[in-house]
Nanobody, 126 residues
């Protein structure tokens, strides 16, 4: 059973960049598919990016394609989300989620993942 901890959130200006990190402990992290979700108040969590455990294939939500990059650190139990050209609509609480041996999919939902971090706030100022 893996424990997830996010870091890297904060305040950034429109057009700026942030990198979020998700560290997994207590389990064999390379065996987990990892997703990054975001949530606004009163809205459901939406998956913005995911990286598959075995082939490192990636998924991106249309609204972040070309701006966000998800990557897995080969030396550490960590998955990063590089967010570029941030827009006001990217502001949300971002959550890291993990599921062991989850296969690649065309899209991901909350129900695909069992393990979740506590979230990190991203604020974009105009």
């Amino acid at each position: 059973q893996v424990h997830l901890e996010e870091s890297g959130g904060g305040l950034v200006q429109v057009g700026g960049s942030l990198t979020l990190s998700c560290v997994g402990s207590g389990g064999h992290f390379p065996s987990y598919t990892v997703g990054w979700f975001r949530q606004l108040p009163t809205q459901e969590r939406e998956c913005v990016a995911a990286i598959v455990w075995n082939d490192k294939s990636t998924y991106y939500r249309d609204s972040v394609k070309g701006r966000f990059v998800i990557s897995r650190d080969s030396a550490k139990p960590m998955v990063n989300l590089q967010m570029n050209v941030l827009q006001p609509e990217d502001a949300a609480i971002y959550y890291c989620a993990a599921q062991p041996h989850l296969r690649g999919k065309d899209a991901y939902s909350e129900g695909d993942f069992t393990f979740w971090g506590q979230g990190t706030q991203v604020t974009v100022s105009s």
